[in-house]
C-alpha cells in the first residue's frame, strides 16, 4: 500500500493527512477578515447612502423657474418634485387626441400653476403645460420678410383631460420667442 508523503497512518490503520500538509501549487490562502472590517465598510457604505439621499433631496426640492414663457398675468413654476400621473409623451396626445392646438415639436414641462390670467382666473394646480410655437407667413408682407409666430398654450391635467387650451400670435421680433 503507497502512501502520500503528508499521509500517515492512524492509530486505526486508516491514512489521515497532516495538519502541516502544504496547500496545492497556485493556491493562495487569503487573510481572514475582521469583524471590524466588516462594520467599518458597511458604516461608510451606510455614510454615503446617507449623505447621497440628503443631497438628492435638497436638490429636490429646490423650485426652479419655468423655462417657457407664458402668456400675461399667468403664474407657474417647475414642478420637478410632483410625481406626475401621467407621462409627458401622454400629455401630448392626449391634447393632439382632443384636437387642442399642439404643433409637431412641442416643449412640455410639469408645472403648479398658481393662475392662468384672464383666460382663466380660478384655474390652478399641477398640470403639463405644452408650449408650440407655429411660424406661419403673414397676411400683410410689408417691404421686408414677416412672419406672424402662433404660440399653442395647452395645460392638461394628470388623467389626460385637456384643462385649456389657448393660441396667442406674435410678431417674429418678440423677445420671448426661442432661438432658431
Do not use: C, K
Not at 155 to 177: K, W, Y
Amino acid at each position: 500500500m503507497s502512501q502520500h508523503p503528508s499521509e500517515h497512518p492512524g492509530p486505526d490503520g486508516q491514512n489521515e493527512v497532516s495538519q502541516a500538509a502544504l496547500p496545492p501549487a497556485g493556491v493562495e490562502i487569503a487573510t481572514p477578515v475582521s469583524r471590524g472590517q466588516v462594520l467599518r465598510v458597511m458604516a461608510l457604505l451606510t455614510v454615503a447612502f446617507l449623505v447621497g439621499a440628503l443631497l438628492l433631496r435638497v436638490q429636490a426640492d429646490r423650485i426652479r423657474p419655468l423655462d417657457l414663457p407664458l402668456p400675461a398675468g399667468w403664474e407657474a413654476v417647475s414642478a420637478d418634485t410632483v410625481l406626475a400621473g401621467i407621462s409627458p409623451q401622454s400629455a401630448v396626445r392626449a391634447a393632439r387626441t382632443a384636437d387642442a392646438p399642439v404643433g409637431a415639436s412641442p416643449r412640455v414641462r410639469l408645472i403648479t400653476l398658481t393662475t392662468a390670467g384672464s383666460d382663466a382666473p380660478s384655474l390652478s394646480g399641477v398640470y403639463w403645460l405644452i408650449v408650440t410655437d407655429d411660424v406661419r407667413p403673414s397676411m400683410e408682407i410689408p417691404s421686408g420678410d414677416s412672419l406672424d409666430v402662433i404660440r399653442a398654450i395647452v395645460l392638461v391635467d394628470q388623467r389626460g383631460g385637456i384643462a385649456l387650451a389657448v393660441e396667442r400670435g406674435f410678431s417674429n421680433a418678440d423677445p420671448t420667442l426661442p432661438p432658431d
